[in-house]
């Protein structure tokens, strides 16, 4: 073992053109590649890419581009691979044999149909740390790399497109909206631009946005993950790591140039994923409803000559994951008493071992990296949120809870609970979110026959 733990063990490499006739052998009988060369591993000694990247820089060729493809090992500058989570179907699909391991896309005509172009944040390492600024540029900005055969790829995508939501026709035929056959259509689609981004995270930043030290953030992240990537303790030369996690999209309503205006009112909604309510429209939370109002509030505004944001985490179930989630609202509904909202917290905790991991310090990247500095109305109630956008230095004129009448009443657990902790509160109701109402607040039963109270290792009743 070297520095760092880094092994010191040699290793050998093969050119493009040599794994692919040895390492990759087709199985005639089974249709499927099978392995016959040498294991590349991670865990080398440091040699460093021909290729750097230097964070915050303020033109593409001083930045360098993200080189996290396999299809050559010693040009790879970035710790893990592009998709994120999907990376492990690329997995599958190179074992079946159904895709070429070394297969590197055709970029023509990829390019954004929308120009989204550099701002400040996007030359201040510090402002965002968990994408790449350049990631839907990769055409444009590392084109010369690009001609050199080197494999860079897009870790953002953005298009053109109509979303269509039910709520959007209700709204039409209740009058709070009209079509204007431009932005939003007679049978309620809306014209969007939206993009897809993949995480790409610069680790120096991230340890510095959660006050911990580089050293640890690595540490934690390869333990917790079981060891899956060696690099992030071998390789501290590498600081660029794309997490194999979901990702979000963007959703912009109005021209995009408006979002880099201070003129324009701008409203914004960002969303945290949740697959039962805003799918398939479960009642225990305010989920769906929320974002269906964001939707309406970015379309009016920008109907008024403004421009409306929607930004979608993939961050199921505060981060815990759907499994998690699920056995929360099992825990919350069997528990003495019922569904409260004074134990609405703590029943989470119970399970997960803590309330919340969506942890929203890196969610105001994408904002800055859209050059948003000021938000004229934000769509959310949230205190985290709230902060993380304010400590990033974009204003936050005034703050929209969600309407009463689109809280399910099963959901009212949730709501009541979050202002009592913390969450904005609107004029009307401060001095009536108290402790009585958070006690008074209780859901409905599981629909089943059974409601005993249960208890968990640590003697709460659940």
């Given amino acids: 073992m070297g520095q760092a733990g880094e092994m010191t063990q040699p290793t050998f490499e093969m050119t493009a053109?040599?794994?692919?006739?040895?390492?990759?052998g087709r199985d005639q009988n089974r249709g499927e590649y099978k392995p016959s060369g040498h294991v590349v591993l991670t865990t080398h000694p440091r040699r460093g890419s021909p290729i750097t990247v230097t964070w915050g820089a303020d033109t593409p060729e001083k930045r360098g581009p993200i080189i996290a493809?396999?299809?050559?090992?010693?040009?790879?500058?970035?710790?893990?691979?592009?998709?994120?989570?999907?990376?492990?179907?690329?997995?599958?699909?190179?074992?079946?044999?159904?895709?070429?391991?070394?297969?590197?896309?055709?970029?023509?005509?990829?390019a954004p149909p929308v120009h989204i172009p550099p701002n400040p944040a996007w030359f201040d390492k510090k402002r965002i740390v968990s994408m790449d600024p350049w990631g839907h540029l990769t055409v444009s900005a590392f084109?010369?790399?690009l001609d050199e055969g080197v494999d860079v790829r897009?870790?953002?995508?953005?298009?053109?497109?109509?979303?269509?939501?039910?709520?959007?026709?209700?709204?039409?035929?209740?009058?709070?909206?009209?079509?204007?056959?431009?932005l939003l259509l007679k049978d309620g689609s809306v014209c969007?631009?939206?993009?897809?981004?993949?995480?790409?995270?610069?680790?120096?930043?991230?340890?510095?946005?959660?006050?911990?030290?580089?050293?640890?953030?690595?540490?934690?992240?390869?333990?917790q993950t079981g060891g899956m990537f060696p690099e992030l303790i071998t390789r501290s030369d590498l600081n660029v790591f794309l997490p194999p996690i979901g990702g979000q999209t963007v959703y912009i309503f109005g021209p995009?140039?408006?979002?880099?205006?201070?003129?324009?009112?701008?409203?914004?909604?960002?969303h945290d994923e949740c697959n039962g309510s805003d799918v398939f429209g479960s009642d225990i939370c305010t989920c769906r409803p929320y974002l269906a109002h964001g939707v309406e509030e970015c379309v009016r505004t920008a109907q008024n000559g403004g421009v409306g944001v929607i930004v979608y985490f993939r961050k199921e179930g505060r981060s815990l994951g759907e499994v998690t989630k699920f056995l929360v609202y099992?825990?919350?509904?069997?528990?003495?008493?019922?569904?409260?909202?004074?134990?609405?917290?703590?029943?989470?905790a119970c399970v997960a071992g803590v309330e919340d991991m969506r942890f929203q310090e890196l969610m105001p990247d994408a904002l800055n990296w859209l050059g948003i500095t000021k938000i004229d109305r934000l769509i959310s109630m949230s205190d985290m949120k709230y902060n993380a956008i304010v400590n990033s230095g974009i204003k936050v004129l005034e703050r929209i809870a969600i309407p009463d009448e689109l809280v399910p009443e099963d959901a009212q657990v949730?709501?009541?609970?979050?202002?009592?902790a913390g969450y904005y509160v609107p004029e009307d109701k401060k001095g009536l979110v108290n402790e009585d109402l958070v006690k008074a607040t209780i859901g409905r039963d599981l629909d089943v026959d059974e409601a005993k109270p249960h208890v968990c290792s640590g003697g709460h009743h659940h």
């Fill in 192 to 223: 969007v631009t939206k993009a897809a981004i993949e995480h790409v995270w610069h680790l120096p930043g991230v340890a510095e946005r959660f006050g911990i030290s580089e050293a640890t953030l690595r540490r934690c992240m390869f333990e």
């Fill in 414 to 420: 949730e709501i009541n609970a979050k202002m009592f």
């Fill in 330 to 348: 099992n825990a919350r509904k069997r528990q003495e008493g019922g569904d409260r909202a004074e134990t609405y917290f703590h029943r989470t």
């Fill in 69 to 110: 493809t396999i299809t050559s090992q010693k040009q790879r500058n970035s710790i893990g691979t592009h998709n994120g989570s999907y990376s492990v179907y690329r997995s599958i699909a190179v074992a079946a044999g159904k895709m070429d391991p070394l297969f590197k896309p055709d970029l023509h005509n990829t």
């Fill in 17 to 24: 053109a040599e794994a692919k006739a040895s390492a990759w």
């Fill in 143 to 145: 084109g010369k790399h």
């Fill in 256 to 270: 995009a140039d408006y979002l880099r205006d201070p003129s324009k009112v701008c409203t914004v909604r960002v």
């Fill in 154 to 182: 897009p870790t953002i995508a953005i298009t053109n497109a109509h979303i269509q939501m039910p709520e959007l026709v209700e709204a039409i035929e209740k009058g709070r909206l009209v079509p204007d056959d431009k």
